[in-house]
């Protein structure tokens, strides 16, 4: 028998890709939503998606982790303060004896990819001529695409393994800096580009003007691909697995397969 899913804030980057998934999976699924998002033409239109998909609509609001171990995280302010907030919601969890697995997923490759990092840009497609490095761009994140994120966590649902403990979506192909993404960009393209390298100073400074929300954004640059926030700790086993060591059956996608698609 398996498990009934509930996503909350099924309307947001990766809870519509959440909801899509658990649907595809055979799963009886719910979506969380506000009922403010009913407001906006293009979100109360993928709600309707989800009804005629069979899922049932329920109304009400609590944040995402998005991709870091909030438990375990570097980052400054503002994006500390977000984390913490997210870390008390697993706290409650806690307390309240609710059985859990928390998916720490890094990075989204639909966000982080297509600007080779510099998610600030808001980029679509890789650049071609010119890019910003932060600090000497040799801190590692971990990079994985909305899909395979939705498959590891619909195979954690069930499974033993995983009760009351972190998954972490680390395959090993995934593990990358920002210098590893330019130079796969470039192999690609057949082209150097021009670097700018962006100080740790200059960047924090960046981050204390910049308005909410893009000091936010701008402070998860700083904590993934400064800090190495992702992968400043190795997993504890006794409250940890990794992803693609539980289910080698799925095939997940490469940062550098991903980036194919904009060749």
């Known amino acids: 028998m398996t498990s009934k899913i509930l996503v909350i804030g099924a309307t947001g ?16 699924t719910f979506a969380l939503v506000r009922e403010s998002s009913l407001t906006d033409p293009v979100k109360a239109k993928l709600v309707q998606s989800f009804k005629d998909l069979g899922v049932t609509i329920l109304y009400r609001f609590l944040p995402s982790e998005f991709g870091n171990d909030v438990d375990r995280t570097v980052a400054i302010e503002p994006t500390l303060s977000e984390f913490i907030m997210k870390a008390q919601i697993r706290r409650a969890i806690e307390a309240a004896e609710i059985p859990y697995t928390y998916v720490v997923t890094g990075c989204f490759a639909g966000f982080f990819m297509p600007s080779l990092g510099q998610c600030h840009l808001r980029l679509r497609t890789p650049p071609t001529d010119k890019v910003f490095i932060y600090d000497s761009g040799d801190a590692k994140a971990i990079i994985n695409t909305e899909e395979d994120i939705v498959a590891y966590t619909m195979k954690a649902v069930d499974d033993p393994r995983t009760l009351n403990k972190i998954l972490y979506v680390h395959p090993p192909k995934n593990i990358v800096s920002q210098n590893d993404m330019v130079s796969l960009w470039e192999g690609k393209i057949g082209k150097t580009l021009e670097k700018t390298y962006v100080s740790e100073e200059e960047l924090l400074k960046s981050i204390q003007e910049a308005q909410h929300p893009m000091d936010f954004v701008m402070g998860l640059i700083h904590a993934v691909l400064v800090q190495g926030d992702l992968t400043s700790f190795t997993i504890d086993p006794s409250v940890g697995v990794e992803a693609s060591e539980l289910y080698p059956d799925v095939k997940y996608t490469s940062v550098d397969e991903f980036l194919n698609q904009f060749v």
């Open 13 to 28: 980057y990766i809870g519509k890709v959440f909801v899509e998934g658990s649907v595809k999976s055979g799963r009886t």
